[in-house]
T-cell receptor, first 108, second 117 residues
């Protein structure tokens, strides 16, 4: 079983709609959680960190559920520019494990 | 300021040859990470450095892989006797501090695309 698992998608989302997806992790001792975004053939870039109480950054909302060991990302009012692969990242004492990514395609 | 840089950007080599991949982290960043990404796949964690030391080398795929970091700055990933399955994009990232209780953003370089023929 992979340490970090994501639904690969693709999630096809009409512009302006809301999309949400999860990521599960296996190491209960994990400390930090992130969502990174990766555009095609580009390096990943930090989208947002995920805090225990949940957090928002504009149209993006991240949640952490430690009991069930998953994190989620919700994108509201989707823009065409949101089309990308979203990588779930879990940090366990400096060892960062990346999920394989969830592809989101926003269509006009 | 300058971001993370990696060289070469592309490397084509023959099976059995050794290759060296270089990463120049952002100045002052304590932590440095190596990953590899095969086509259409997620990132595979290889190794990280805290300063010049590597606390966890368990991600290295085999003993043909080694990495070092000198002066708390530049890092080199060496692959000996390359195999076709080593073909991938090798990504380096750095972050300013490595503490379990602090959320550290990793800044990625553009990667080195390695092709083993």
């Amino acid at each position: 079983r992979k340490e970090v698992e994501q639904d690969p998608g693709p999630f096809n989302v009409p512009e302006g709609a809301t999309v949400a997806f999860n990521c599960t992790y296996s190491n209960s001792a994990s400390q930090s959680f992130f969502w990174y975004r990766q555009d095609c053939r580009k390096e990943p870039k930090l989208l947002m960190s995920v805090y225990s109480s949940g957090n928002e950054d504009g149209r993006f909302t991240a949640q952490l559920n430690r009991a069930s060991q998953y994190i989620s990302l919700l994108i509201r009012d989707s823009k065409l520019s949101d089309s990308a692969t979203y990588l779930c990242v879990v940090d366990s004492w400096g060892k960062f494990q990346f999920g394989a990514g969830t592809q989101v395609v926003v269509t006009p | 300021g300058a971001g993370v840089s990696q060289s070469p950007s592309n490397k084509v080599t023959e099976k059995g040859k050794d290759v060296e991949l270089r990463c120049d982290p952002i100045s002052g960043h304590t932590a440095l990470y190596w990953y590899r990404q095969s086509l259409g796949q997620g990132l595979e964690f290889l190794i990280y450095f805290q300063g010049n030391s590597a606390p966890d080398k368990s991600g290295l795929p085999s003993d043909r892989f080694s990495a070092e970091r000198t002066g708390g700055s530049v890092s080199t990933l060496t692959i000996q006797r390359t195999q076709q399955e080593d073909s991938a994009v090798y990504l380096c990232a750095s972050s300013p501090l490595l503490l379990a209780t602090i959320y550290n953003e990793q800044f990625f370089g553009p990667g080195t695309r390695l092709t083993v023929l």
